[in-house]
């Protein structure tokens, strides 16, 4: 299992600041969860890890910098789910997921059999067999949403990012598509970084809550300690009514403020 | 394919030994086979010294052509791309021009022919700065700002052609023959010249087959894959632009080939670059070679232009492209 340690990390676009100082340690096998309203700075902060954009500060996997790692390297230690894949429509499934093996092959070389092997298995474990060689372009949402997490689960590192990983499904798949990462989260000893905006989701299927806006870490904690009336509206200026399950369940549901 | 399309191109043309004799004769040409086919020696020179290389070349120039085309689909994510956009036709063109214009005539003293070399070097030229502006402006999301960057350099680079043309209107038929490409001067010295540089962009472009495909996923999620975007984009265009650039100097403007060919791969064995490049590249030689037929025969003893053929048959193919993947949607 392996740490995930963000050191004053700062992500800034031409003169707007998009993450401002966050420090944060992510424990081994923990199930981190960023909230905040849109343009908090969340998916900024998870497509720094993954170098798409740069940032200051440091990043620490496992006791290295990120600095110090080549894009193999890192893209072997953290996959990484976008809010919406790119999926091109006449890709089929397996040529997708075999991607995800692209961090273990040189730069001209091909896939080796247990780079195959293993992107078979993925599929089995993930219950996506029927799937192999259909299109993409055919494919459900809910459907979609699982082979992209396929394709991350194919790179085999110990940290997965998740970037808004429900916001296009339905109730069912949401469920579905968390339980999933869930289980595999178990099974392999993953710590799971995610970015959500369903509150209520996100505290009942993560560790801990963390609470960005406007770029900064604001309040982290366990769901009952951040999702707190008085602090969303705060932040989200929005007005809501927190119930608490026996089980220790939070739910978040926004009041109407004028009920005819 | 390849090798059917080879010998139908070795065997038909205007002069020459009746067809059937040909492939006989090549046989008996090998080592170990003595087979008797009636061809007479001076027939033989017909086949070996005009029509093979002729036939040779549009292969390379099929292969190249069609090699480069689908990988610029590929690092630019652009289905409708092809080996000209970045300038490079444009580029050729005025190098082409500007020999013509200082006189080709003149030049024939000189130790080695100077068109190829003139458009070889505007070609990679234009390409250069189509990369450098492209890059200059265009930030991470370089792919689009690229593309219209080509545009631009192709217009400012069309402009000047047309310039030195209207000063010089006496070779403007010269230039334009040049320009619908031409097959038919072609020697087995034109084959040796582009040869190193197909051998080279191919065997690199082909070596990169397994990154375009990372590459279609985007370039977000490829850097998250680890690949090296830029790098690989760079490399890509580079060695495509350096095949093109090469034969482009040899044969002329041929276009159309490089969609063509690679769109006609994909509607066969689908779309992953892993297939596409090496089946483009032999299907590429096959069709040129094909294409370049009627036009040794349509108009005998003139010549159709080959640029004209391919025109003919890729701007159809171009809407029904277009057609298809709107209905698609």
Redesign the interface.
Known sequence: MTSLNFEKVSVQYGHRHAVVEFSEVVRPGEWLCLIGPNGAGKSSLLRAIVGIVSFSGNIVVDGTTLHDRNARRRAQLVAYVPQSPVMPSDMNAYEYVLLGRNPYVSHFGSESVHDTAMVNSVFERLDLSDFTHRQLGELSGGERQRVAIARAVAQEAPILLLDEPTSSLDIGHQQQALELVDKLRREHGLTVVSAMHDLTLAGSYADRLVLMHEGHRVVGGTAQEVLRAETLAEFYGVSVHVHHEPDGTVAVIPRRSLRT | MLVLALLCGAMIGPAGPTWWRIPLELLNRLPLLTIHSGVSESEWNIIWLVRMPRVVLAGLVGCTLSIAGASYQGVFRNPLVDPYLLGVAAGAGLGATFVFTINRAGSSTWLIDPLPLAAFGCGLAAVLVTYVVGTAFGGERSSTTLVLAGVAVTSLVTAVQAFLLQRHSDVMREVYSWILGRLSTATWTDVRLVLPYVVLSTTVLL??R??L??L???D??A??????VNRIRLVVVLFATLGTAAVVAVSGLIGFVGIIVPHAV?LLV???YRVVLPLSFLLGGAFLITADIPGRILSNPAETPIGVVTAFLGAPFFLLILRTRQA?R
């Open positions: 070596f990169h397994r990154l495909d990372v279609r996923v985007g977000d999620e850097t998250a894959l680890g690949a090296h994909r689908g779309a992953s698609s």
